[in-house]
């Protein structure tokens, strides 16, 4: 998955995700061609991890800041031609703290457990 779904999937050599961005949402053919085979296979693999734990997925890390709610809305499409089984639109999100999701993530069992007692 970490070959199909991590930045250097995406971006070329000289290029970084300001500009790679700059150039999709400027409708580069070269570039949102590249999105879209990205988006495809991260729909690909959130359908697979989906089927197996049957969970939500917070969409973070670097992409997060760069992710519309058309992306979002593709993925979801992608998802629902793929996947045998009905789907809720709301088990994607996209985190509302990109750059501090790993951390959160790490402590929320934690706080849910001290919060329970």
């Not at 959130?46 to 519309?68: C, E, K, Q, R, S």
């Not at 031609?81 to 985190?95: A, G, R, V, W």
Request: charged content about 25%; overall charge negative.
């Amino acid at each position: 998955m970490d070959t199909l779904c991590s930045i250097n999937a995406l971006l070329n050599e000289d290029e970084s995700l300001d500009s790679f961005f700059e150039k999709v949402r400027n409708d580069d053919e070269e570039a949102s061609k590249r999105w879209q085979t990205y988006l495809y296979n991260l729909a690909k693999s959130i359908n697979m991890l989906h089927l197996i734990y049957d969970t939500d997925f917070i969409l973070g890390g670097y992409l997060a800041p760069y992710l519309l709610e058309k992306d979002i809305s593709y993925i979801h499409e992608e998802i629902r031609k793929m996947t045998p089984f009905p789907e809720s639109p709301d088990f994607l999100q996209i985190s509302k703290m990109p750059k501090h999701n790993i951390t959160i993530g790490a402590a929320l069992p934690y706080i849910q457990d001290f919060l329970s007692e």
